[in-house]
């Protein structure tokens, strides 16, 4: 089943300064499916064409400036709690994607 799944990264000002997070895991380990149902199917929508659906939703950046297979994409701005400082941003990575899936997935998100 194709999917996506998220992680999340906190930092604070306390643990910008030690240059490393606050807290890191999953915020959605099981991962949003992007298989099509029937009517996706009917109407020519691919898994494909979901996650970049997905994306544009979303203001990402991918992991790297050239497509390799594993990029994955994260939140170009984060979320300020401005009372404590801490920010937070999402990644989202792809799973059982083709290798051409990822690279489709790539070049519509950049």
Known sequence: MKH??????IVTPESAELGDVEESGWSNE???SMEPDSRDTGEGIT?????ID???????????SDFHPGVWYT???SDIDYRTGAETRESYH?????EEEQERIYRAVI
């Open 4 to 9: 996506i799944k998220t992680t999340y990264e």
């Open 30 to 32: 099981e991962g949003e």
């Open 47 to 51: 898994a494909v064409d979901k996650a």
């Open 54 to 64: 997905f994306f544009e939703d979303k203001c990402v950046e991918p992991s790297s």
């Open 75 to 77: 939140d170009a701005d």
């Open 94 to 98: 792809l799973y059982e994607f083709t």
